[in-house]
Every structure is written in C-alpha cells, then in structure tokens.
C-alpha cells in the first residue's frame, strides 16, 4: 500500500488531500484522503452506522444518507465536512521565517 509520504516523494508537484472532519458529541476525529470520493464514503459509513441510533424512519438510499444524516443532525452540533489541502513538502523557503503562515507578516495573525 502506497502510503502519503511515498505518494508525495513520487510526484514533483504538490499533492492535494483531502481533509475530513467529523464533528459529534464525543470531540472530534479528522481523517486525511488523496481521493474526494474516500472523504463522502466515511461520511456515508458514518451516516448509516448510526442512523437507526437517531431516527425512526428508514434510512434513505446509500448516494443520499450522507448529506441526509448530517442535515438533520445539525441540530444536535453532529457535523462533517471536508477541505482540499496541499502537503507541504519542504523544498521552499518562506518569505518571512518568523511568520508561520505565509503573507501575512503578524507572526500568523490577521
């Protein structure tokens, strides 16, 4: 198995993942992706493991529980969502090292 950091040594340019983060009542697990569809099939296994522990209907079909679950969960603060993010690799310099995020020159604040 390939893992991110033998992916990203075989690509020249930067990789995009994909970061998913689901939000409950017990905290909050993140996982990290190289493909958009893993990131909606988590939020679907989410979605029907739990579904019968929430509702009393039956669960809608696989391509829609996911946005389903999580529409009517956000009024219990259950969330999930995802981002696209590059893997920073290394090889550059920053412009201003004392700022760890880049442009902004306030030492990473706004």
Same mark, same amino acid.
């Given at each position: 198995?390939?893992?991110?950091?033998?992916?990203?040594?075989?690509?020249?340019?930067?990789?995009?993942?994909?970061?998913?983060?689901?939000?409950?009542?017990?905290?909050?697990?993140?996982?990290?992706?190289?493909?958009?569809?893993?990131?909606?099939?988590?939020?679907?296994?989410?979605?029907? +493991?739990?579904?019968? #522990? !929430?509702?009393? *209907?039956?669960?809608? %079909?696989?391509?829609?529980? =996911?946005?389903?679950?999580?529409?009517?969960?956000?009024?219990?603060?259950?969330?999930?969502?995802?981002?696209?993010?590059?893997? +920073?690799?290394?090889? #550059? !310099?920053?412009? *201003?090292?004392?700022? %760890?995020?880049?442009?902004? =020159?306030?030492?990473?604040?706004?």
């Amino acid at each position: 198995m390939l893992s991110i950091s033998d992916h990203t040594r075989s690509n020249s340019g930067p990789q995009t993942v994909h970061v998913a983060i689901y939000e409950h009542r017990h905290g909050t697990d993140v996982r990290v992706f190289l493909d958009a569809a893993q990131a909606q099939a988590w939020r679907t296994r989410i979605a029907k +493991e739990w579904w019968h #522990h !929430e509702f009393d *209907d039956d669960p809608p %079909p696989d391509d829609e529980i =996911g946005t389903e679950y999580f529409e009517r969960m956000l009024e219990h603060d259950e969330f999930f969502s995802t981002m696209t993010c590059e893997i +920073e690799g290394g090889r #550059h !310099e920053p412009t *201003d090292p004392a700022s %760890p995020v880049p442009g902004t =020159g306030h030492g990473g604040t706004t």
